[in-house]
């Protein structure tokens, strides 16, 4: 039984969490890769409130993209995605214990972070473009 783990953590609040969704879900993964047992119940709980957050992420950054963005949005739609993608993997390992499927989300969500990342980079290129021309 997993006593200090992983799926712990997504019981308590989004702002008590020591690392970001991104990380956290594959860490979910790999977490589980390592455990031979787990309480599925509680597993469940916490790939529904990631679940939720995946959601309010969707709704909120895959929208209509300003004019320059649509490529920007494309990638967070495919991360997003790939993350869900992810937790349904996770879901399906909880019922029959195939570790391919495990193996499966954990290579997902790590794309999922690798375009994530992307997105990041390129957002802060741009905000600095931004900042030094509006400081001209």
Do not use: C, W
Not at 94 to 115: C, F
């Amino acid at each position: 039984m997993i006593e200090d783990n992983r799926t712990e953590v997504a019981l308590t609040s989004n702002d008590d969490l020591k690392m970001d969704l991104k990380e956290y879900i594959r860490s979910l993964g790999e977490g589980l890769l390592t455990e031979p047992e787990f309480d599925t119940e509680l597993l469940g709980q916490a790939l529904n409130l990631v679940q939720a957050d995946l959601n309010e992420i969707r709704s909120v950054f895959v929208k209509d993209a300003p004019v320059g963005l649509e490529a920007v949005r494309d990638f967070m739609s495919e991360s997003l995605d790939l993350y869900n993608s992810s937790l349904e993997d996770m879901r399906s390992y909880a019922e029959n214990g195939d570790r391919n499927l495990l193996l499966k989300a954990i290579d997902s969500s790590s794309e999922a972070e690798e375009i994530m990342n992307a997105i990041d980079m390129v957002i802060d290129e741009h905000m600095k473009i931004f900042t030094e021309y509006s400081d001209v």
